[in-house]
């Protein structure tokens, strides 16, 4: 199974950027996909989730508002639509699959990883 994440660049703050995570490989099935970002000096961190079943989705409190985590029609392709962004959102953003449910905000419960995305907001 493969995560390709795209759509990262620089963006004044204020503006928006959409990324895109696409599932590629074997029969992929996982409940959950999220997103997490790397500041540079810092710990990966969750960003948001989305929950294959029923769409419910979860955020961390630095982005509530301002990201949403919409998904495609096809099961394998969900996005991060970022507006409003600020210097502070500047990072590595990376999506995830996690097999087993429940949208949880630790790295260490997702299972498939992409190569990651840089976003860079200048101010």
């Known amino acids: 199974v493969q995560l390709q994440a795209s759509g990262g660049g620089l963006v004044q703050a204020g503006g928006s950027l959409r990324l895109s995570c696409a599932a590629s490989?074997?029969?992929?099935?996982?409940?959950?996909m999220g997103w997490f970002r790397q500041a540079p000096g810092k710990e990966r961190e969750f960003v948001a989730g989305?929950?294959?079943?029923?769409?419910?989705?979860y955020y961390a409190d630095s982005v509530k508002g301002r990201f949403t985590i919409p998904r495609a029609n096809a099961k394998n392709t969900v996005y991060l639509q970022m507006n409003s962004l600020k210097p502070e959102d500047t990072a590595v953003y990376y999506c995830?699959?996690?097999?087993?449910?429940?949208?949880?905000?630790?790295?260490?419960?997702?299972?498939?990883w992409g190569q990651g995305t840089q976003v860079t907001v200048s101010s």
């Open positions: 989305l929950r294959w079943i029923d769409d419910s989705t």
């Open positions: 995830a699959a996690r097999y087993l449910d429940g949208i949880l905000t630790s790295e260490r419960f997702y299972d498939y």
């Open positions: 490989g074997r029969t992929f099935s996982s409940n959950v």
